[in-house]
């Protein structure tokens, strides 16, 4: 490998981010060269993809889906299995892209952030669960965390024109913008119709199935609160959610001078991912390049919050704090998969999130186990809630 070209571990690469973090390293290679890869169930897609960019390593999440795969890869390829496999891969590489669906993306978080590593973050779940482990870690020299959510590689940039201040005195506050999601103007008696075929037709972006069901409740936009705070050193209470249905602005910035900074490009997951992998240059190739010369709506409203109580949901357990977000996230796992397996209604979601956070106990989070007991006892509760 040349000297100036990065390695790449991308992990969660046959979902939604994956994909398009490929689409970014094919136009790259010169940059950039993929080393590790890793992927659940589509092993013919992996075997694929490590033939095609010739990687060294491919994670798998069991001993069957190795065996499965042995035969698909060149016999120079190396397997590793389950999470401590992915803690291999994670410090494999300059640059670590953390694309694994929901709270099994962990490893990757605290393994690339603890071997000093560039990680590019698009597992929301991880870092909310895990806000006070994360922050232990993200001090170990040469570890970098830059989001891939376009929500807050948009404030990422924003923030940039300031002085790198603990807890950004100059802000006054982060204004995280939503689509609005499928259901955007829906009563709340309207949602009770609401079906999965509904929830799963998001207007603007292209996602897989869990964020984007988490759009049609607006928990994706509550964790992203969470994130942003987590991420940023910002106290929650100076985050924001403002509905933007085009989706072109991608989150602001408001200075404590009045002044607004703001993101804007088409929706292209494929522009936050080229930022992460090429900063501190940005890569030529354009991605959501907006044109000008032709008329532009941009509209703003608040969230509905009596029809999205997520929401509000959301700002409890970042108030609350400890463990608290960890079970947010769990329970919201739990509901999402009922849901997505035809078992409850779509209002049932945030209800049994709701209830199952009736149930926590206040946990510093202190600890790694104390992080998985928290975890299992939230999915416990939410499953419970499944069954009344």
């Excluded at 035969?71 to 803690?87: C, F, H, N, Q, R």
């Excluded at 936009?221 to 106290?235: N, Q, W, Y």
């Excluded at 992460?276 to 190739?285: A, D, V």
Aim: aromatic content about 6%.
């Amino acid at each position: 490998m040349s000297p100036s070209r990065r390695s790449v571990a991308l992990l969660g690469a046959t979902g939604s981010i994956g994909v398009q973090t490929l689409d970014v390293l094919r136009q790259e290679r010169e940059r950039f060269e993929l080393v590790a890869i890793a992927g659940g169930e589509q092993l013919s897609e992996l075997a694929a993809i490590a033939a095609e960019f010739n990687v060294k390593y491919v994670g798998v999440k069991s001993e069957h889906h190795r065996s499965v795969l042995a035969d698909l890869l060149s016999p120079d390829v190396a397997i590793v299995v389950g999470d401590e496999g992915l803690m291999s891969l994670a410090q494999s590489a300059d640059v670590v892209v953390n694309a694994v669906m929901g709270f099994a993306g962990l490893p990757v978080t605290l393994g690339a952030l603890a071997a000093g590593k560039r990680l590019a973050l698009a597992n929301k779940e991880s870092l909310i669960a895990a806000a006070p482990l994360v922050a232990m870690v993200r001090n170990t020299p040469g570890a970098e965390l830059l989001p891939i959510d376009s929500e807050h590689c948009a404030i990422h940039q924003c923030l940039a024109s300031s002085p790198d201040l603990a807890g950004h005195p100059d802000v006054k506050r982060i204004l995280l913008t939503a689509s609005g999601g499928p259901f955007r103007g829906w009563s709340a008696d309207q949602l009770k119709g609401a079906t999965k075929e509904d929830a799963l037709r998001h207007p603007t972006w292209s996602m897989g199935p869990k964020i984007t069901i988490d759009s049609s409740t607006l928990m994706n936009k509550g964790l992203e609160v969470l994130e942003a705070s987590a991420l940023f050193g910002i106290d929650v209470e100076r985050v924001e959610v403002v509905v933007h249905p085009q989706s072109i602005v991608h989150s602001m910035v408001e200075y404590v001078d009045g002044s607004v900074l703001a993101q804007l490009s088409r929706p292209d997951m494929r522009l936050p991912i080229a930022y992460c992998l090429g900063l501190p240059e940005r890569l030529t190739h354009p991605y959501g390049q907006l044109d000008f010369s032709t008329a532009l709506d941009l509209t703003f409203e608040p969230p509905d919050d009596a029809a999205f109580p997520a929401l509000a949901l959301a700002y409890e357990a970042a108030r609350v704090a400890g463990a608290a977000p960890a079970w947010l996230s769990a329970a919201n796992e739990v509901a999402v998969a009922a849901f997505l397996a035809d078992e409850i209604q779509w209002c049932d979601i945030v209800a049994i999130v709701a209830s199952t956070m009736d149930h926590y106990v206040a946990d510093p989070l202190n600890s790694l186990a104390s992080l998985y007991e928290n975890d299992d006892a939230a999915r416990r509760w939410a499953r419970a809630s499944l069954k009344k």
